[in-house]
């Protein structure tokens, strides 16, 4: 079964900073890229940031870009999202994502598409004050 869990949400002021983490079991996880979407309240789910299985290629949208840092750990199924600068705007519910096996490779131009990306955790709560 696959499963995968974020922590390290919470409130913070404007200009503070939180990482996230997100572990992941039930796949090789270690040769599978791995993402960060957000969803505000009656937004929809948006890109945030994605790595690939190797670490040597990252991805970020454009507002969080010189913001947010995606890593990983080698070797291991957790990814981290350093969050550095946080603003109001990126309150939201925070979600680890990855592909299936079977499923395109990465690149800079499918990366933001919700249909690549088959497994979701359960999200996590990031809020920042003004």
């Known amino acids: 079964q696959v499963q995968l869990v974020e922590s390290g949400g919470g409130l913070v002021q404007a200009g503070g900073s939180l990482r996230l983490s997100c572990t992941a079991s039930g796949l090789p996880f270690t040769t599978l890229s791995m993402g960060w979407f957000r969803q505000a309240p009656g937004q929809e789910r948006e890109f945030v940031a994605a790595i690939d299985w190797s670490g040597g290629n990252t991805y970020y949208t454009d507002s969080v870009k010189g913001r947010f840092i995606i890593s990983r750990e080698k070797g291991k199924n957790t990814e981290y999202l350093q969050m550095n600068s946080l603003k109001p705007e990126d309150t939201a519910v925070y979600y680890c994502?990855?592909?299936?096996?079977?499923?395109?490779?990465?690149?800079?131009?499918?990366?933001?598409?919700?249909?690549?990306?088959?497994?979701w955790g359960q999200g996590t709560q990031v809020s920042v004050s003004s």
């Open positions: 994502a990855t592909p299936s096996p079977y499923g395109p490779a990465l690149t800079s131009q499918n990366v933001g598409s919700l249909a690549l990306w088959d497994y």
